[in-house]
């Protein structure tokens, strides 16, 4: 089974900083992988998909880069809107898995 | 417009069963392999159960397979979770996804909640 690492699981940046996450995969995945952003109270959302491809809709601050088994998630200029949970999952095999979660807070 | 819409949670006493169900449309819901999601209170996303377009492959992770069973009707563009042997560690928010292979799940219902508790 392949296991996701997330780090951190919390970090704390103010408007207009560069936020980077990151995501390890306990073996090589590929681009198989998907970032989501998770409001409280409200459903997953899709960010980036195929490790670096936008999701339609969503700003261009937010983008992922790597492969096989090393991924980031960044956010070039953090807005007050972004304050939220991110997960990262691998869709490369089964079972499928998600990262524990990065909690994002504005200063 | 693409819209997943859950139903079928609620409380329950531990050993008992509920049905969850996921009405699809806004798609050509036979193209698409479905998933189930779930997540604890103040907990991660645990991903549940995955079933392809035809039916015929089905995928569940360690902590329900035996217990869990994941169907789908392409004539009524449903998915189910037949949901058995409920335990407290059951309690979760029950999200119907849609697949995008190797890729995303692009699309999340609004989730239903299964309380496990006496």
């Known amino acids: 089974d392949i296991q996701l690492t997330q780090s951190p699981s919390f970090l704390s940046a103010s408007v207009g900083d560069r936020v980077t996450i990151t995501c390890r995969a306990s073996?090589?995945?590929?681009?198989?992988l998907a970032w989501y952003q998770q409001k409280p109270g409200q459903a997953p959302k899709v960010l980036i998909y195929s490790a670096f491809s936008l999701q339609s809709g969503v700003p261009s601050r937010f983008s992922g880069s790597g492969s096989g088994t090393e991924f980031i998630l960044t956010i070039s200029s953090l807005q007050p809107e972004d304050s939220a949970t991110y997960y990262c999952?691998?869709?490369?095999?089964?079972?499928?898995?998600f990262g524990g979660g990065t909690k994002v807070e504005i200063k | 417009e693409v819209q997943l819409v859950e139903s079928g949670g609620g409380l329950v006493n531990p050993g008992g069963s509920l049905r969850l169900s996921c009405a699809a449309s806004?798609?050509?819901?036979?193209?698409?392999?479905m998933n189930w999601v779930r997540q604890a209170p103040g907990k991660g996303l645990e991903w549940v159960s995955s079933i392809g377009a035809s039916g015929l492959h089905i995928f569940y992770a360690d902590s329900v397979r035996g217990r869990f069973t994941m169907s789908r009707d392409n004539a009524k563009n449903s998915v189910y979770l037949q949901i058995n042997s409920l335990r407290a560690e059951d309690t979760a928010i029950y999200y119907c996804?849609?697949?995008?292979?190797?890729?995303?799940?692009?699309?999340w219902g609004q989730g239903t909640l299964v309380t496990v508790s006496s």
């Open positions: 996804t849609r697949d995008q292979p190797f890729s995303s799940f692009d699309y």
């Open positions: 073996q090589g995945i590929s681009s198989h």
């Open positions: 999952q691998q869709l490369n095999s089964y079972p499928l898995s």
């Open positions: 806004g798609f050509t819901f036979s193209s698409h392999t």
